[in-house]
């Protein structure tokens, strides 16, 4: 596993950060649309 990493630190720090930004709009987008069903579930 260690092999695949690439040597340059910079490469690993843009990957780092790629994958925390997907990580933290999955759960802006999951939380609402989790907020929209509930506010349609409370106007019926």
Known sequence: MLDLLPDDPV???????L???I?????LVRRTILEFRE??????
Request: glycine share 10%; hydrophobic share 60%.
């Open 11 to 17: 490469i690993i720090v843009v990957v780092v950060i």
């Open 19 to 21: 994958l925390s930004l």
């Open 23 to 27: 990580f933290f709009s999955y759960l």
């Open 39 to 44: 506010g349609m579930d409370g106007e019926r």
